[in-house]
């Protein structure tokens, strides 16, 4: 992360002069203490924390956001944590053993993950809660003492690295934007040309109809990067497909819109909502404070889904599935509300507009931009809705994932004059 005029001091305030509530009132805590070296995981070593959150199988959880589960880690506002992450690829099917799959890709047993193993351990008494839920798994929660509804966590990603050397995509005749349920999809559309595979090119635990593409990642030029085919190596750009902090209580988003509420009471992990989740948002990657809203008491936040590259959109319907390890510092705003997921880098502010339809999350995008530049900018509504037309960048962040994530671009840099 550059330092510049927008450092994370800049940030806050920006956050809590446009809502009006004092920054000295609005910040919590006073910072890391006790920090200590970080050891193992594949962590570099340049970054201190205050916790480690492991991903033991007490520490994770599959397809679901629970409510008031037992605290992982609790923390104070402004602390540091290190958390490791587990990639769903290879560790979720109770039928195949993740040498058996993961040796049919060429992965070495010295770089399966443990604790990948001892997770897969524990499938089978987790697979009666799991049917209604999504296919990720989760480290957390985490706590953050002092958090309550109408609060706002912001999370400051200082620092993720690969666990292991490799990372899967994959990808199917009608997987992805070519999916029935894509909300694009219209009868008589046609899938992709991908033949079928079968025995023994099948690898155990993959569908027919699904290629699962193995990526090395490694050094190339002294740069991280993952080595597509000869000739083709593409940048590492990782981050958590998942932050999300618990949802509020009797309020669900399914795989449909009119999906009824799932009998567990646990939010499925696939489709993103107010509580962040699975936004898949590429752009939450170091250098980048994420803020969520607070609707249940400590937070409750939850990270997982982790990603080594992936374009916007992850039109496949996934990206580099890859095992990380990542330091998060979580500042608790105390008595800010903020609807939905927002966003920020020394750059920009990035708006977030979530909902099944793509037309629906483009209009909430541009609604939470002219909101936010009337509300810290001091625009008048035609002003900043002329500004959003003219400066702001939206992307088609996620597309695949039931509800779909629009997200703007607000340059700082023209504020600066």
């Not at 706002?152 to 005749?173: K, S």
């Not at 008589?188 to 699904?210: E, K, N, T």
């Not at 936010?372 to 900043?384: D, E, N, R, S, Y």
Request: include cysteine.
């Amino acid at each position: 992360m550059s330092t510049n005029h927008w450092s994370t001091a800049s940030r806050r305030s920006v956050l809590a002069a446009g809502l009006a509530v004092p920054l000295a009132a609005a910040v919590g805590g006073t910072g890391t203490t006790q920090a200590h070296a970080a050891p193992g995981s594949g962590h570099s070593g340049r970054m201190r924390y205050d916790h480690h959150l492991r991903s033991t199988p007490d520490h994770l959880h599959w397809g679901g956001f629970p409510i008031g589960w037992e605290p992982a880690v609790t923390m104070r506002s402004g602390q540091v944590v290190r958390v490791d992450t587990l990639s769903h690829q290879g560790f979720t099917n109770p039928n195949v053993h993740p040498h058996d799959y993961f040796s049919a890709f060429g992965v070495k047993p010295r770089e399966i993950l443990d604790d990948g193993i001892a997770f897969w351990e524990t499938l089978p008494e987790r697979q009666a809660t799991n049917r209604q839920y999504g296919g990720h798994v989760l480290t957390g929660p985490i706590y953050v003492r002092g958090a309550e509804p109408g609060d706002t966590v912001a999370i400051d990603i200082l620092e993720i690295d690969t666990r292991v050397p490799y990372g899967f995509n994959n990808t199917a005749p009608t997987g992805g934007v070519m999916a029935e349920f894509y909300p694009g999809w219209r009868a008589g559309d046609a899938g992709l040309d991908i033949p079928a595979q079968i025995p023994p090119d099948l690898p155990a635990g993959v569908w027919p109809d699904v290629r699962t593409h193995l990526y090395r990642t490694g050094l190339h030029r002294g740069k991280e990067v993952v080595f597509f085919a000869d000739g083709i190596v593409v940048p590492t750009h990782k981050f958590p497909g998942i932050i999300a902090v618990a949802s509020p209580t009797g309020e669900f988003i399914g795989n449909t819109e009119d999906a009824p509420p799932p009998a567990t009471g646990v939010q499925n992990s696939t489709p993103p909502g107010k509580f962040g989740g699975n936004m898949d948002v590429r752009d939450l990657t170091v250098g980048t404070t994420l803020y969520l809203p607070v609707f249940q008491p400590g937070a409750q936040i939850f990270i997982g889904d982790p990603h080594s590259c992936q374009g916007d959109g992850e039109v496949s319907g996934t990206a580099v599935e890859h095992s990380l390890a990542g330091t998060f510092r979580v500042t608790l705003i105390k008595n800010v509300a903020t609807e939905l997921p927002w966003a920020e880098t020394d750059d920009h502010w990035i708006m977030m507009g979530i909902h099944w339809d793509l037309d629906r999350a483009m209009r909430f995008a541009v609604q939470k931009t002219v909101d936010f530049l009337v509300t810290t900018q001091g625009m008048t509504v035609p002003k900043a809705y002329s500004f959003a037309s003219i400066a702001v960048n939206y992307h088609n962040a996620e597309v695949v994932d039931r509800t779909q994530v629009v997200t703007g671009f607000i340059p700082k840099s023209v504020f600066r004059h």
